[in-house]
């Protein structure tokens, strides 16, 4: 029987403390998304593949506020 496992990452002390902190998780989820937005709209270095598109945000930087908040400050 094979099977892979999705390994969970446990929270950690720092995050524990911040737990019901809606605005902390908010400006992480800012943080996060105002990066990856940069690097999208960085002009093209030249022979230079451009940024993904795509970003992939973890879940300790929104675990507060949902994946439903992260998709509404991305648009």
Excluded: N, Q
Aim: charged share 30%; proline share 11%.
């Amino acid at each position: 029987m094979s099977w892979t496992c999705t390994r969970i990452r446990r929270p950690t002390w720092p995050e524990l403390r911040h737990e019901g902190d809606v605005e902390h998780y908010k400006a992480r989820v800012g943080k996060a998304v105002g990066k990856w937005t940069a690097r999208a709209a960085a002009p093209a270095e030249p022979k230079k593949p451009r940024p993904p598109v795509e970003c992939a945000i973890p879940l300790r930087d929104y675990r507060g506020v949902g994946g439903w908040y992260v998709a509404e400050v991305a648009l």
